[in-house]
């Protein structure tokens, strides 16, 4: 059996930038347990073609993990 997956829009402050961003987020439900498995930003300088990079501080932030 494969694993499931939950979907959420969670609002979260971009660690990058003063701004309060839309994150779609994928958990996968594996052994009973919630695992982080995708992540799609609403930002608009990566929603267009302005070369705008992202370092993806808010993974960490919804993982739990800190570096």
Do not use: F
Not at 13 to 40: A, F, Q, S, Y
């Amino acid at each position: 059996m494969g694993s499931k997956s939950q979907w959420a829009v969670r609002p979260l402050k971009c660690p990058e930038e003063d701004r309060t961003v839309d994150l779609l987020v994928e958990w996968k439900i594996e052994k009973g347990k919630k695992v982080l498995n995708g992540v799609c930003c609403n930002h608009p300088g990566l929603a267009d073609y302005s070369g705008k990079e992202c370092r993806w501080g808010c993974i960490q932030r919804l993982s739990g993990r800190r570096r």
